[in-house]
């Protein structure tokens, strides 16, 4: 059911791109089937998941294939004198085993195995789906919403000390090793949520079923809903709106020239100066940046590794509070978001992890208490960005408090209604084969 729905919604997005002259995510991931693929990284990744469903003597057969498809591709493209200017030289290889194990499910296994495979290439291809849809949406933003609301969002800032604004000339500060170093964190979030996929889905070929949620469904429905949010709230953040548009950006000289002609609407004052308190109004931006800052999306998925490497090792929970925190630096740090946005990233997830975990267990009145909740409030957040901005700035230390106690208010009811804090019984798998013998 679920993959139905991701079908229909990439469907319907697909006709949308195609309506405004852009490229859809169906059009552009069969299009990565002979071309090089933006992300070879993320097609490994995806194959990383599928491979979970396998044994572990066929999981090297697979990567072994992968491989050897990207290294003569890649040898092919020498020859041939082919430079690979767009894209990823490799990454084609895990994308054809892929599509190649979606074939042998359907013309090599029967019953329970074929739905097993055939489930995990569902997810590979949905992970793979979900970063196409989400540059889709992002092209879209840019195309369809010629007029931001970034004064509003960063007059409403001031109420928690404009935070992009300090963080900014933190990192600044620390030149370019502070920022190499949150530059790397913040470009392979994806990879530290397959990481702690791959330890939820560990046991998943052992078993032979999937857990009822993990990781990969909340990044999903993130991504899905998330840029929903971006058409009704477009904002392009404060190194945009506030800036010049390329601080810290001097080693990524083709992102910088794409830029380079693009319209920015308000002086440069990002990082240096925050902005005046005034009555805010929504502006004019070029038809190039995207619209994606509120809610802040990476905030959103930090938010959510960090929950789901909480039943892990203490390695992997480290990694999940490293993450977050180094997530939360870096997006305030490059100044592509503000403070509000981060607020409104932490409840926007929790509500959605909260709605998930209740669909998955079963709906109770505690569960449908804290998705009103979440929802709630994640509403109040927007309503009060979008028409309370000046009130908020001119009476910091009261709509400051306000904000975070909002916030609060929704991680004390994840926190108690799922038992984030307390994990689960270790005899819980055990008890399940006990009625067994009465079945039998």
Known sequence: MAGVAALGFLMALEFAAHRYGLPGPITCQVREVIFPPKSGALLYASMALMLVVLSWRQRLIATGVAIGIDAVLWLVRWAADVKVTEGHPFGTGALW???????????????????????????ALLLVAGRKAGDTWLLITSTTRPRVLDQYVATADHALGDPSWVMGRIVTATGPI??????FVYGNLAVAAVLVALYQLRNVGAEGRFPGHHLVRTFLVIGMLGPGIYMIFPVVGPIFAYGDGTEHWAAVSLWAEAHSTAQWAVADLWPGTPPPISAPHSMPFDEITPRNCMPSL????????????????RTLRFAGAFWLIATL?????????????????????LTIEAALRSSDRGWDRSGIRLVAHGATVF?????????????????????GPLLILAMTSVIYGYVRTAALARPEPETAPTQQPEPQPELI
């Not at 502070?178 to 530059?183: I, K, V």
């Not at 990476?298 to 929950?307: E, N």
């Not at 509403?379 to 709509?399: D, K």
Request: include cysteine; hydrophobic fraction near 50%; charge should be positive.
């Open 329 to 349: 630096c870096a997006t305030l740090g490059f100044g592509y978001h503000y403070g509000v946005d981060l607020v409104a990233g932490v409840v926007f997830t």
């Open 298 to 313: 990476h905030t959103a998925w930090a938010v959510a590794i960090f929950i789901h490497s909480r039943k892990g090792p």
């Open 178 to 183: 502070g920022f190499n170093f949150l530059d």
């Open 379 to 399: 509403t109040a957040l927007l309503v009060s960005y979008r028409f309370l901005p000046l009130q908020m700035a001119e009476h910091p230390w009261v709509s």
């Open 97 to 123: 085993v892929i599509l190649g194990y979606a074939v042998i499910a359907v013309t090599r296994r029967s019953g329970p195995e074929r739905v097993l495979l055939l489930k995990g290439v569902g997810l």
